[in-house]
């Protein structure tokens, strides 16, 4: 089990062997999403902003106690024991990666868990307030395609009809954000499974209230089902 004074060790260790710095060993001795041992996880942005229906929908305690050496009671008890329900959640996010060696996305992701469960966010909702949902769906087609299905307009209109879309950036074959009703509110990450597969992970936030979200998480949902026919028809 991952414990601060043992990972601190290995730090020092690894100092004494590579003349690195001690940010520099800690950066290397941090596991990341995807290497050996550690679960891949979808690149859905933040945590914070991929707070779904649940968190125990999103990331299973299996995952999270691969990743991280502990489980999500494991990481509750110690949390509180720090005062972490007093702590905002870029503290709890820092403390994690900087006391713990937890890697960057799986600090967001045990904090977001733990806000969860001590009441301190419903789940969707951000620290801020405000609420965030996502969508996702894997595609038979190049990344780069899926990025003109949301940056054409001719393409977008036969998937996502009169809607208040707009694109603020496009980064094609990895990502696209955008305005939704004047806001910047829509993030799409992208990510290629091969030559011709692509993962499509879609993320909308800034909604006012639970009602809202609801209703925007079955629409983005109902969406990327219709372009997944449409790119692959």
Do not use: C
């Not at 991952?2 to 060790?9: A, D, G, H, I």
């Not at 959640?89 to 960057?104: D, P, Q, S, T, Y």
């Not at 894997?138 to 996502?160: I, K, M, Q, S």
Request: charged share 25%; hydrophobic share 40%; aromatic share 6%.
């Amino acid at each position: 089990m991952t414990s601060n004074k043992s990972f601190k060790s290995r730090v020092r260790t690894r100092m004494a062997k590579t003349g690195e710095s001690y940010s520099a060993a800690r950066r290397n001795l941090v596991p990341r999403p995807g290497a050996p041992g550690v679960p891949a996880v979808p690149p859905a942005g933040p945590a914070e902003e991929a707070a779904a229906a649940s968190h125990e929908e999103t990331v299973s305690g299996d995952a999270m106690a691969a990743a991280t050496g502990r489980s999500r009671g494991d990481w509750f008890t110690l949390l509180d024991g720090w005062g972490a329900v007093d702590r905002s959640h870029g503290e709890i996010a820092r403390w994690l990666v900087e006391e713990h060696g937890v890697a960057g996305w799986w600090a967001q992701s045990v904090t977001v868990a733990y806000e969860q469960a001590r009441g301190l966010r419903l789940p969707g909702q951000r620290r801020g307030g405000d609420f965030s949902v996502g969508a996702s769906k894997t595609v038979a087609v190049p990344a780069e395609r899926v990025t003109e299905a949301f940056t054409d307009e001719a393409l977008r209109a036969r998937w996502l009809p009169e809607a208040p879309f707009r694109v603020r950036t496009a980064r094609p074959g990895r990502s696209v954000t955008a305005d939704w009703e004047g806001r910047a509110a829509v993030t799409v990450h992208l990510v290629a499974k091969g030559p011709d597969r692509t993962q499509i992970s879609l993320q909308h936030g800034k909604l006012p209230d639970a009602g809202s979200a609801a209703a925007m998480k079955a629409f983005w949902r109902e969406r990327v089902t219709v372009l997944k026919q449409v790119l692959e028809g």
